[in-house]
């Protein structure tokens, strides 16, 4: 798959499947820029995407708040001149039962990062992809156990349905990822009390995926190659 002379937006690019997709882009000829809230890890992604060739950009940014998220698109077609794909690959995971008395908090807390913020970009987006004849992807994965999480993940499947029947007569397209459990550093980001080796037992096939393998899916979605496919979820790894 070629991207040369396209231009790609990944948020949550400063570590695990956004970095790693930013990547993937890069090495296929794309502009990419990478969007976290991390300067020193943002930094490091970008240091490994100047080594194949590529100057990407880096856009420190926290998704939850609109005038960040207004930057991301400003900055991007300021630098680029154009987009034609947009990754949602930002968010977070934060336990609370419906019981907890911090529940309403941490909801808000979830949903704005991983919901609306898509809502807001997605609609900054869409006039550039609308030019470009883009592609617009977003991961979704709701694990039990965490009630915030899967509102905002369900919310966030539903949204890319209505968006691909609205988006598809003016040549965009959208579709999610739904990766389940893939390796990355988002234990110890969100100081959840899990191993690898716990999560494993909770899949279907008893794996546990790696960033490229998503990265891959990501990269395929938004080619030529699925020029006929939108509005449709990609389940990577079924939990049992």
């Given amino acids: 798959m070629s991207f040369a002379n396209k ?29 976290g809230r991390n300067d020193s890890k943002l930094k ?13 950009l880096i856009i420190k940014a926290d998704v939850s708040k609109d005038d960040e998220v207004k930057t991301i698109i400003k900055n991007t077609v300021e630098k680029f001149g154009k987009l034609d794909i947009l990754v949602n690959n930002a968010g977070l995971i ?23 913020s898509i809502f807001v970009l997605t609609n900054l987006a869409i006039p550039h992809l ?18 915030a999480y ?17 988006l598809a007569p003016k040549g965009v397209r959208v579709n999610v990822v739904s990766p389940g459990p ?13 191993n690898w080796e716990e999560v494993i037992n909770l899949t279907a096939l008893k794996v546990v995926t790696q960033t490229d393998e ?22 990577n790894v079924l939990l049992t």
Avoid: C, W
């Fill in 7 to 35: 231009v790609v937006i990944v948020t949550g690019g400063s570590s695990g499947i956004g970095a790693t997709t930013a990547l993937h882009f890069a090495k296929e000829g794309a502009q990419v820029a990478i969007v």
């Fill in 44 to 56: 490091n992604v970008a240091a490994r995407i100047s080594k194949i060739g590529k100057k990407p």
């Fill in 94 to 116: 934060r336990s609370a039962a419906v019981v907890d008395e911090n529940f309403v908090e941490i909801y808000d807390e979830v949903v704005n990062t991983n919901l609306r």
């Fill in 130 to 147: 609308i030019k470009t004849k883009g592609s617009s992807t977003l991961r979704s994965f709701a694990p039990s156990g965490y009630a």
């Fill in 150 to 166: 899967g509102v905002s993940k369900a919310g966030l499947n539903h949204f890319s349905r209505v968006s691909a029947m609205e």
């Fill in 182 to 194: 893939v390796e990355t550093p988002i234990f110890e980001n969100t100081g959840i009390d899990a």
């Fill in 214 to 235: 998503i990265a891959d899916m990501i990269l395929y979605l938004a080619s030529d190659k699925a020029k006929s496919i939108t509005g449709s979820n990609y389940v």
